[in-house]
């Protein structure tokens, strides 16, 4: 009797997906491209916490979508060997599921951007130094997206399991960092940094140790995740 695959496993096989989407589909990179700029941009604006939300819902909804198109497709070509009338309508079908995807997300985009680009004022800097979650949590979004993005182009490893770079490492730096600059203003930041700095070498030890990565992988991906955040938080502060 075939076991179940164990959690860790089951995330595996989701992020293979994934990077094979991303790998094999042209459309899937152009839509994982327009979210990362989308992101950016959001940053230039007067974007609220609930308008962040919308946006991350929309591209979810597309990628979402552009998987499920070619999950459809892939299906329908190992069923059929011929042209079938129903086989064409369905992967029409999902074809139309992406375009409403698509078309929602540029909906909610200009609803979302109009208005902030036209005002877009030194208030922007202002607001971000006040309210350094939403940097964080793009930060932290752009992090995962080139971890994802290095490992399709390397093609190396599982996604959690292995690589170049090391997804882990990435995120724990990438959080060192982003703590580093929120408490900018404290009298504990040195205290702070230096524990979170330590706690991410503990993650990237912990993934050599395991034989999960080596150290140039866990190196790759801390310095990747640092570097990102670094540059989210240096270009908005």
Do not use: C
């Not at 094999?24 to 990179?29: A, Y």
């Not at 999902?94 to 036209?118: D, E, P, R």
């Not at 922007?124 to 995962?144: F, G, K, N, Q, Y």
């Amino acid at each position: 009797m075939r076991r179940s695959p164990n959690l860790l496993a089951s995330f595996n096989f989701a992020f293979e997906g994934v990077i094979h989407v991303l790998r094999t589909q042209r459309n899937m990179r152009i839509h994982f491209l327009v979210a990362v700029a989308v992101l950016l941009v959001a940053l230039l604006v007067d974007i609220e916490k609930l308008e962040l939300i919308a946006l991350l819902l929309s591209i979810s909804f597309v990628l979402i979508a552009e998987m499920i198109n070619t999950a459809v497709e892939a299906a329908i070509d190992v069923a059929t060997t011929a042209f079938d009338p129903m086989a064409k309508l369905a992967k029409d079908i999902a074809a139309g599921a992406v375009l409403i995807a698509t078309v929602n997300a540029v909906a909610v985009g200009y609803l979302v951007f109009s208005g902030g680009v036209s005002t877009r004022s030194s208030r922007l800097l202002d607001r971000l130094r006040d309210a350094p979650a939403e940097v964080t949590i793009v930060a932290l979004v752009l992090t995962v997206f080139a971890v994802i993005a290095v490992k399709a182009y390397t093609g190396r490893g599982a996604p959690l399991s292995g690589g170049l770079p090391s997804g882990h490492a990435a995120v724990a730096f990438a959080a060192w960092m982003a703590a580093t600059f929120i408490l900018s203003d404290s009298q504990h930041r040195f205290v702070i940094s230096s524990l979170t700095f330590i706690l991410a070498l503990l993650v990237a030890q912990t993934r050599v140790e395991a034989g999960v990565h080596s150290t140039v992988e866990v190196a790759v991906g801390g310095a990747l995740g640092a570097l990102v955040t670094l540059a989210v938080f240096q270009f908005f502060s």
